[in-house]
């Protein structure tokens, strides 16, 4: 009002001021369908984005950024309106702002906040220059039943074609029909999910596990955070995840294990706070900070003091001494796993210096060249099993998140089989999730890919007729059945290099060549070559020309939609066509626990 009082004194700045406000005034009002426009060009980008959702009593960092030169942090308070459903916000939320200029933009920003009411939020944010409007919906929806547990069993990049590839290893097909499906395949429902970030339609693995986490979506390489426009990728506005509601709302405890570094961003997302994923320095630490119970998988490298070989920190901090100070028992081979995993409490353990070897490598050709230092590493089900004994000590119930990520990583590398081994690997695994949910009851079984990949079956292939390469690709009628065989009954195909094997052919590559054949040791599709990225010369096989970007060195996820697969209390919230965030509300729905 005060604004008005000032014009009206005034006629000379009163008549400028109407032709500032004519001249710029835009409205900003979107509709759900519009909610990148408001984020990505408009003057006014409110954080959280329109169209979130929240749930009851969840904590949110709230930032208006104003693209306006005009506008003075000085006196921003009389000049800027917000107001929550017609209310000034500092009286809504009983909370100041702060308010600064950097450059053209004017930011005004409530940390810690929250929505405790459920229903419609409308944020009005008013300038002389222009107007923002986002509305929100806050939820609780009550659970029928209440999940004691929860396990999330994340395939990394595991599209509905990377878990049929499992299927035809694992279990084989006969005359058209498969002598059985996977363990995944067995569980009550199903669902399609939606897994497009608030700004692109492709996204990866931090910003898709991050609404699995917080219901929020957020943009590649973000986790737990919608992305202001400055440039530090630790000072974006910060929704809560799940982990940090269960930690503060119950006395559940939490688990993240995968075969990647225990750092990356699957299991990152679940409790850090990052524009920028490959923080892993800082996610080390957050894990810390946050006490999460049962820590393992790979990463050693973001654990260790600068002075110690294969180190990436920064600095001198031993970080794992500070774990042991906490009380984590720590292990660093699966036989210390074992013992520590029947008495301790907390567990760190960290298997690789980066991410665990692959199943085929780690278990099946166990080759030194390859496995280096690490000839001792834990099976994704050891490191379950584990977890699960520590876990299940807390008769207080516990959230586990359990990553198959060579899943994803071994797509990108166009090397179907070794992904298709680690998806075999991960299929059992959920058989020990189900073994544990029906001994015990009150337990959630969420099985999930974050993204998908462009991999897919186009038939089969062989040489058996001398034919070779593409012309050895067999399509339609020709396509006979791989000649994949299970001997000792272990799951996993005795040969990943039959006769007859699978024709895997990908959407979207860059150079690089194939023979069809499994190759004895890991190898890059790509290398680089005066700055762009061209086939890997030392592969076998035809070339086949990219389709993407030669900036990019590998295989890229593709926007498809996942499969969720779900058992035990609460499982009838997943069904039809959800969206990724809509995960979170179920998960935490089941829990029958908000944030209030
Ligand atoms: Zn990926």
């Known amino acids: 009002m005060r604004f008005y009082y000032k014009i009206s004194n005034t006629l000379h700045i009163y008549l400028v001021y109407i032709l500032v406000i004519f001249a710029h005034m835009k409205y900003v009002y979107a509709t759900p369908s519009q909610t990148a426009h408001i984020t990505q060009h408009k003057d006014i980008t409110i954080l959280p984005i329109n169209n979130a959702k929240f749930l009851a009593g969840q904590r949110f960092d709230f930032l208006i950024e104003i693209k306006d030169p005009t506008l003075n942090p000085a006196n921003a308070s009389s000049t800027i309106q917000v107001t929550i459903n017609d209310k000034n916000i500092i009286n809504y939320f009983n909370k100041k702002p702060k308010i600064w200029r950097d450059g053209d933009i004017l930011s005004y920003r409530?940390?810690?906040?929250?929505?405790?009411?459920?229903?419609?939020?409308?944020?009005?944010?008013?300038?002389?220059?222009?107007?923002?409007?986002a509305t929100?919906?806050?939820?609780?929806?009550?659970a029928?039943?209440?999940?004691?547990?929860?396990?999330?069993?994340?395939?990394?990049?595991?599209?509905l074609q990377a878990k049929q590839m499992a299927r035809i290893l694992s279990k084989g097909i006969s005359e058209g029909k498969y002598n059985d499906v996977l363990e995944m395949e067995k569980l009550d429902r199903m669902a399609l999910i939606t897994t497009s970030g608030y700004d692109s339609l492709t996204t990866d693995s931090a910003n898709s596990a991050s609404a699995y986490a917080t219901g929020h979506k957020s943009v590649v390489n973000a986790m737990g955070v919608y992305a202001d426009s400055t440039i530090s990728p630790f000072d974006d506005p910060k929704i809560e995840n799940i982990t940090e509601i269960l930690k503060r709302k119950t006395d559940k405890s939490i688990g993240l294990v995968t075969t990647a570094n225990i750092t990356d961003a699957t299991p990152a997302a679940f409790v850090a706070h990052t524009r920028r994923r490959s923080e892993q320095n800082m996610i080390a630490q957050s894990y810390l900070d946050l006490n999460i119970d049962v820590l393992l998988g790979g990463g050693l490298q973001h654990f260790i003091p600068?002075?110690?070989?294969?180190?990436?920190?920064?600095?001198?901090?031993?970080?794992?001494?500070?774990?042991?100070?906490?009380?984590?028992?720590?292990?660093?081979?699966?036989?210390?796993?074992?013992?520590?995993?029947?008495?301790?409490?907390?567990l760190l353990g960290l298997y690789h210096n980066d991410n665990l070897n692959v199943y085929l490598d780690r278990a099946v050709l166990k080759n030194p060249k390859v496995l280096g230092e690490f000839q001792n590493q834990p099976s994704l089900l050891d490191m379950t099993n584990a977890a699960l004994e520590v876990?299940?000590?807390?008769?207080?119930?516990?959230?586990?998140?359990?990553?198959?990520?060579?899943?994803?990583?071994?797509?990108?590398?166009?090397?179907?089989?070794?992904?298709?081994y680690d998806t075999i690997e991960f299929d059992q695994v959920v058989k020990i999730a189900r073994d544990f949910a029906?001994?015990?009851?009150?337990?959630?079984?969420?099985?999930?890919?974050?993204?998908?990949?462009?991999?897919?079956?186009?038939?089969?292939?062989?040489?058996?007729?001398?034919?070779?390469?593409?012309?050895?690709?067999?399509?339609?009628?020709?396509?006979?059945?791989?000649?994949?065989?299970?001997?000792?009954?272990?799951?996993?195909?005795?040969?990943?290099?039959?006769?007859?094997?699978?024709?895997?052919?990908?959407?979207?590559?860059?150079?690089?060549?194939?023979?069809?054949?499994?190759?004895?040791?890991?190898?890059?599709?790509?290398?680089?070559?005066?700055?762009?990225?061209?086939?890997?010369?030392?592969?076998?096989?035809?070339?086949?020309?990219?389709?993407?970007?030669?900036?990019?060195?590998?295989?890229?996820?593709?926007?498809?939609?996942?499969?969720?697969?779900?058992?035990?209390?609460?499982?009838?919230?997943?069904?039809g066509v959800m969206d990724n965030t809509e995960v979170f509300f179920a998960i935490m729905r089941a829990f029958g626990i908000d944030g209030r």
Request: a neutral charge; hydrophobic letters at 30%; charged letters at 30%.
């Open 144 to 159: 029928n039943r209440k999940a004691k547990n929860v396990i999330l069993l994340i395939g990394d990049g595991m599209s």
């Open 136 to 142: 929100y919906e806050v939820v609780y929806n009550k």
């Open 438 to 575: 029906t001994k015990h009851g009150d337990t959630l079984v969420i099985v999930v890919a974050d993204h998908a990949h462009g991999a897919s079956i186009t038939g089969t292939y062989h040489e058996l007729d001398g034919k070779s390469g593409r012309e050895a690709v067999r399509t339609y009628a020709h396509s006979v059945f791989p000649t994949f065989v299970d001997n000792d009954n272990d799951g996993f195909p005795d040969d990943p290099n039959p006769d007859i094997t699978l024709a895997v052919q990908y959407a979207n590559h860059p150079d690089y060549k194939a023979d069809y054949h499994f190759k004895q040791e890991p190898m890059s599709p790509t290398i680089k070559h005066h700055g762009k990225n061209i086939a890997n010369p030392n592969m076998k096989g035809e070339e086949y020309r990219g389709n993407i970007p030669t900036e990019e060195d590998q295989e890229v996820h593709a926007a498809d939609d996942v499969v969720l697969m779900s058992e035990g209390v609460g499982s009838e919230y997943f069904k």
């Open 391 to 420: 876990l299940s000590k807390n008769k207080n119930g516990f959230f586990l998140m359990i990553e198959g990520a060579s899943i994803d990583k071994q797509l990108h590398k166009m090397d179907w089989q070794r992904a298709t």
């Open 110 to 133: 409530i940390d810690s906040i929250s929505f405790n009411d459920t229903g419609c939020i409308k944020v009005k944010v008013k300038t002389p220059n222009s107007l923002g409007i």
């Open 306 to 346: 600068k002075e110690t070989k294969g180190s990436k920190r920064k600095d001198s901090l031993e970080l794992i001494k500070f774990y042991r100070d906490a009380g984590y028992e720590i292990s660093k081979t699966k036989q210390e796993l074992f013992t520590q995993a029947k008495s301790a409490k907390k």
